[in-house]
């Protein structure tokens, strides 16, 4: 397999992980996706137009934090050298750290599931 055919794939599992994720996400999180943030903008217009504010706030909160995260990588990316910087291994540890360790924790303590683990 050829370079750009290998690259191709990789794409291709990587939106299909991020399908996966919303759909697991969006129903085990009241209707908010946490991959895609279009659908956050389009759920967020929507929820305004009927007057749906709980759904405001949850979406609105989805697509907010997704920018205060990419602002805060783009902070400390910033002068990086180009391909896959030493920083950005950093971040996405960082960021595993901060997701993984509660839910271990929880885990551990057997404390609370996740909605989309506990429906039958």
Do not use: K
Not at 3 to 15: G, M, N
Not at 73 to 86: C, E
């Amino acid at each position: 397999m050829g370079r750009e055919a290998y690259i191709h794939w990789r794409l291709v599992a990587l939106a299909a992980a991020a399908g996966c994720v919303d759909a697991a996400t969006f129903l085990g999180l009241d209707g908010v996706f946490v991959a895609n943030q279009t659908g956050n903008t389009v759920l967020l217009g929507i929820a305004v137009s009927q007057g749906e504010w709980d759904q405001v706030a949850r979406a609105g909160l989805a697509v907010a934090a997704f920018c205060v995260g990419v602002a805060i990588a783009a902070a400390a990316l910033r002068g990086a050298a180009a391909g896959w910087p030493r920083r950005l291994t950093a971040i996405v540890a960082a960021q595993a750290v901060v997701l993984g360790a509660p839910t271990l924790v929880l885990e551990r303590a057997g404390g609370a599931r996740p909605a989309v683990a506990s429906r039958r």
